[in-house]
């Protein structure tokens, strides 16, 4: 094989492997559970301040719209959106946007696995 069939072949797997990432927004989360996300906003009360689709009285207007594919890429315009970041958001934005609109709210680390969870499937 030639040094440029060869330098082709490893772009091409490399594409590939970039494609099979998805930008991480859809990846699984070890241990969610997003059946539970009606639960755990209902706790909460996201929805007092965002619009969550496919979840009961969601319909805030405070706080971005927190649909899956809204376009958001990164999490208060600071972090890459990845369900990490997305799971360490719900937890403390405080400490990640002193002064944020977006209290601290007290949120366990199993629930906002499983919040982050099903933001990222819808």
Not at 9 to 25: K, Y
Not at 96 to 118: C, H, K, N, Q
């Amino acid at each position: 094989m030639s040094r440029r069939a060869c330098i082709a072949a490893l772009l091409a797997a490399c594409a590939l492997a970039v494609a099979g990432c998805g930008g991480g927004d859809d990846a699984a989360i070890p241990g969610a559970d997003p059946s539970r996300a009606q639960e755990v906003s209902d706790t909460y009360g996201c929805g007092a301040c965002h619009t969550i689709g496919g979840l009961r009285d969601a319909s805030g207007r405070v706080g971005p719209e927190l649909t899956g594919g809204d376009g958001h890429r990164a999490i208060a315009g600071r972090l890459p959106r990845t369900p990490g970041n997305l799971q360490r958001w719900i937890r403390t934005p405080q400490e990640i946007a002193p002064g944020s609109l977006m209290p601290d709210m007290g949120v366990t680390e199993r629930d906002a696995r499983d919040i982050a969870a099903y933001l990222s499937s819808h």
